[in-house]
């Protein structure tokens, strides 16, 4: 259904956006009737870019909660994958969330950003529980970007990508 329909022109918005805008710019239009079009078509083009503005491109990634837990499932899926793929003999774990978005594509897309810091842990010994180095120095922090790919009804969950700088301690 469009949200703007006078003469030629149809807009359709969708996410959030504000409706006094539209109102404005709806009653604008009326007055001017179709003797002048091009007005019509401009101020609907403003209307529309300012919804864009205001509001959330439906798909895109938005802020998610980390306390969520299929955000904590993604986040520990990814660590889990992390320390798989690390030529490091220690585990590496989360010394801090940074940022949480999420994104629906065929599933959920997580895209988390966290700081990671070395544990005294060898791998293939308990994960779960093995605190972070209390040492900066050996802790070494650097920062993560973890890309997961959740499809629930599939029972299927993968890391798309990772970016993990252990270069660049964080803090440093």
Known sequence: MPLLARGDV??????????GVFH?????????????KMWKVALTVLAAALAVGYGTMVGGLTDADI????????LRFAVVQHNRGSNDMY??????????????????????TVKMAK??????GVEEVCAIEKDEAKAKPYQCTFEVWSR?????????????????YVGH
């Open 67 to 74: 306390k969520d837990e299929n955000v904590q499932n993604a």
């Open 24 to 36: 404005f710019v709806s009653c604008v239009l009326c007055l001017l009737g179709k003797r002048y």
């Open 119 to 124: 544990t005294p842990c060898r791998k293939g």
């Open 91 to 112: 585990l590496s774990q989360v010394a801090e969330v940074i940022k949480v978005q999420s994104q629906v594509v065929a599933g959920i897309k997580y895209v988390i």
């Open 10 to 19: 149809d807009v359709y918005i969708t996410g959030r956006a504000r409706w």
């Open 152 to 168: 629930p009804w599939l029972n299927s969950i993968e890391l798309e990508r990772m970016n993990a700088n252990t270069e660049i």
